[in-house]
């Protein structure tokens, strides 16, 4: 049996404050590959925890994180930030695309940091808007795109670094139903593709795509049908 | 991360605010022009200012020989004994008092009633050289040489104003000059002094008839030397004049050409140099300001990086770089504007313009240096975020 990708084993995370307050409470949760999972749960319930400690951008007060395998809890700051560049495409809800730089160089972005040749890097990145269909508006800037484009050359940049896992926070949350359609749509044909998706989300449309459905509150997960 | 893509996140960071940018670098700008302007404007002025003294002045030594003591401290021959000194052109010894200075020389012995005929010159003694060491011209006639000292002929040679204020202009049917009632036969004029001008005024005669005019003996001694040689000469001349009275002896030697350039770089160096210091340092402030600004606005885009695989230090870089590049360019506006101030300085003075070609080169490395060092802090805040809270 292959590694799962993700592998949450009684992760605990808790903020200093008095009384000390625990956004997660013995979280367990295993992710395969080529799953596609939603997170939902109502604001306050530990969402966004367990997304950043998902995305090695925050450490578990206790508990063990495999990520493809690798033992994430154990590793400092460097080797986090490494994993995170190459294992971890991200999808934000306001897209932080740079205002200034054009579609394709936005997209590149992703390859910058780590052992990507420059070779040939223009291309990639033309394939991954192509990808998401998005490879008329290479030179464009941002701000000249929709909401939907946007997000979609978001999801392009993170699909350049070829992760293994699509980390998702509320990527429909600033679009219209329409832009939303077209962005779930795309989530669905990558998700044939092989790759595995975790989106977190408070909007039942976007979970009702998902395989598979766990449901956060008061930082304690619970597996839904 | 490749080096080349450091640079080109770095630039586009500085070009995505373009004006921003260019404001920012004023600061920089002003420092640098400020600081290559005063070095330029002074290197300029101390080469003029050597340049324009540095043959005749830095070749001339005079020993002044005091006359305090009954016997003479100098003889007339030791100026001519001086010459074998290495590196001595020519000397001259000089007798002159404040008695022989006013002296009513007269063009004719004729008594007219009706008008001055006197003028009141200074009579000088000088041995027959003084032409070579004051670098003077004869107008017209000749000098006395050893043949007239050996005769005690009673002959002078005048000075170029001292002949015009007599009338005298031609030298062909001998005119006599009258002298305490006494006749001299006026052998040539002498002009073109450049060394101890004021003798263009003054009656110049043999030594031998000094004691006419109470001058016994010898008051001064000009000495002309070779490029370079005046320092030396002037230690020496002393212990050859007089060997027994070198302490009583005043040497008159010129500054060292380094110490003049020094002296004239100071005076105008100091209160600028300050000024442009300072410009640098309010130019590095308002880097450090903007470029903190700048991250903080930046925070989401510090997370955004993060979040692609950026470490602290990539962030750190990329900062430190920005505002190196920001000091850089005015660095880069503020040696080229110095230079140009400096050339059109030069010009309407109508100097050369001289600048060292190291301080044009070393400008906008010190502008980077300032954009380097203002960046610091700025720098290290935008690595210490954490990148949950850059995100948010």
Not at chain 2, 108 to 133: E, F, I, R, S, Y
Request: a neutral charge; proline letters at 5%.
């Amino acid at each position: 049996m292959p590694e799962p990708v993700i592998e949450l084993t009684g992760v605990c995370r808790e903020f200093p404050a008095d009384p000390p307050v625990r956004a997660l409470d013995d979280v367990t949760l295993r992710v395969d590959h080529g799953d596609y999972v939603a997170i939902i749960g109502p604001s306050g319930s530990g969402k966004s925890t367990l997304l950043n400690i998902l995305g090695l951008l925050d450490r578990p007060s206790s508990g063990s994180y495999r990520l493809d395998g690798i033992e994430t809890t154990a590793l400092r700051d460097g080797a986090r930030t490494r994993l995170r560049g190459a294992r971890i495409g991200f999808v934000f809800q306001s897209f932080h695309l740079l205002p200034h730089r054009t579609v394709a160089e936005n997209v590149m972005l992703a390859e910058v940091y780590g052992q990507h040749p420059r070779r040939g890097r223009l291309a990639r990145a033309e394939q991954a808007l192509e990808q998401v269909g998005m490879g008329h508006r290479i030179g464009f800037r941002p701000d000249r795109l929709s909401g939907g484009e946007r997000q979609r050359v978001a999801i392009a940049r993170a699909l350049m670094a070829r992760p293994s896992l699509l980390l998702c926070d509320e990527p429909t949350g600033n679009l219209d139903s329409r832009n939303t359609e077209a962005v779930l749509d795309l989530f669905d044909g990558l998700r044939s593709q092989g790759l595995t998706i975790l989106v977190i989300t408070h909007e039942d449309e976007v979970s009702a795509h998902a395989k598979r459905r766990v449901r956060i509150g008061d930082g304690i997960l619970t597996e839904q049908g | 991360m490749n080096i080349r893509d450091l640079w080109a996140e770095s630039l586009a960071g500085m070009l995505a605010r373009p004006v921003r940018s260019a404001l920012t670098t004023l600061g920089t700008v002003l420092g640098i022009t400020t600081l290559v302007v005063t070095m330029g404007i002074a290197a300029t002025a101390g080469n003029q200012i050597v340049g324009r003294f540095d043959e005749l002045l830095a070749t001339s030594v005079t020993v002044e020989v005091p006359q305090n003591s009954r016997q003479a401290l100098v003889s007339w021959e030791a100026a001519a004994e001086l010459r074998r000194l290495r590196g001595v052109v020519s000397a001259t010894a000089l007798a002159q008092s404040d008695k022989s200075s006013n002296l009513v020389v007269t063009a004719n012995n004729l008594l007219d009633p009706t008008q001055v005929a006197g003028q009141t010159l200074a009579v000088v003694a000088a041995t027959p050289d003084l032409p070579a060491t004051t670098r003077g011209r004869l107008l017209t006639g000749r000098f006395y040489d050893a043949g007239h000292l050996t005769r005690g002929d009673r002959v002078v040679v005048l000075g170029e104003q001292a002949a015009a204020m007599l009338g005298i202009t031609r030298l062909d049917h001998a005119p006599a000059v009258f002298i305490n009632d006494r006749a001299y036969t006026v052998i040539g004029i002498i002009g073109g002094l450049q060394r101890e001008q004021i003798l263009a005024s003054a009656v110049l005669v043999p030594p031998t008839l000094g004691p006419d005019f109470g001058l016994k003996n010898v008051t001064r001694v000009l000495v002309g030397t070779q490029l370079g040689a005046a320092e030396l000469i002037a230690r020496q001349a002393p212990l050859a004049l007089s060997p027994n009275h070198t302490g009583e002896l005043q040497v008159i030697a010129p500054p060292s050409p380094k110490r003049a350039r020094d002296g004239a770089q100071d005076d105008v160096n100091g209160l600028f140099l300050i000024l442009g210091l300072v410009s640098l340092i309010v130019g590095a402030v308002g880097i450090a300001n903007v470029t903190l600004v700048t991250i903080m606005e930046r925070v989401a885009e510090i997370g955004l990086r993060r979040a692609l695989g950026a470490a602290r230090r990539h962030i750190a870089a990329q900062f430190l770089l920005e505002s190196s590049l920001i000091g850089l360019t005015g660095g880069v506006i503020g040696a080229s504007l110095g230079t140009v101030a400096v050339v059109v300085v030069a010009a309407v003075r109508q100097w050369t313009p001289v600048l060292d070609i190291r301080l044009a080169l070393a400008a906008p490395a010190v502008g980077a240096l300032v954009g380097l060092l203002a960046g610091l802090y700025p720098a290290l805040r935008a690595a210490r975020m954490e990148p949950v809270d850059a995100l948010r």
